[in-house]
């Protein structure tokens, strides 16, 4: 199934799709950082995704950023409020030459990001990277995830977000695979 949402503001104007296959992703989010770690979290999650992206990236790239964040996380809760089996915990490490990332995910119901990542520089490229935490926040509270993403060791800014991205899709990807048995994976019977 494919989820679709458009969200359009005064800062950027998005049109974004979802999908739990493996058809090819089209990425356009005219932040070209922010393109590929994006693809590099469509490849290693298995999750299909179409983003069409304007904003006000001549101000800087925190809106673009972020708003893409937002629209991802509410078509993850769409997703994952269908589907009828999954694992619900994953847990990724990421080696990407000299530094190390890993993340847990809890597809919780109960939105938490715990951010642990000194990056090593304030820009790769043009791109701010205080803004992966401000994408993960946005995705994490909009999916209602319990994230943990934690750079375990640095080096080379560009490799630390990297791994930040491939561990987040690799987690992702172990929880939302299905399990043995049909229904929530709650103990409670539901995840709200």
């Given at each position: 199934?494919?989820?679709q949402?458009?969200r359009?503001?005064a ?7 979802l999908a739990?296959?493996?058809?090819p992703s089209?990425?356009?989010t005219g932040?070209g950082?922010?393109?590929?770690m994006?693809?590099?979290l ?15 990236t001549?101000v800087?790239d925190?809106?673009v ?5 937002i629209?991802l996380g ?17 847990v ?11 993340t847990v ?7 938490f990001?715990?951010f642990?990542?000194?990056?090593s ?5 043009t791109?701010?990277t205080?803004l992966v935490e401000e ?7 909009n ?22 991205f491939?561990?987040?899709a ?5 929880a ?17």
């Open positions: 199934m494919i989820y949402k458009t359009n503001t800062e950027t104007q998005l049109s974004i799709s739990d296959d493996n058809r089209e990425i356009n932040v950082f922010l393109d590929h994006l693809t590099l469509t490849f290693h999650s298995n999750l299909s995704i179409t983003i069409d992206a304007n904003g006000d001549e800087d925190h809106h950023t972020e708003d893409i964040g629209v509410q078509l993850l809760l769409e997703m994952t409020r269908e589907k009828k089996s999954f694992q619900r915990y994953g990724s490490y990421i080696p990407m030459d000299e530094t190390l990332a890993r995910v809890d597809i919780s119901g109960r939105p990001l715990s642990n990542a000194s990056l520089r304030e820009k790769v490229g791109f701010d205080e994408f993960f926040r946005a995705l994490v509270i999916a209602r995830l319990t994230t943990h993403i934690d750079l375990i060791r640095g080096g080379n800014t560009h490799h630390e977000i990297e791994g930040i491939k561990s987040f690799r987690a992702l990807k172990v939302l695979t299905s399990n043995d048995t049909e229904g929530t994976p709650s103990s409670k019977g539901v995840i709200e």
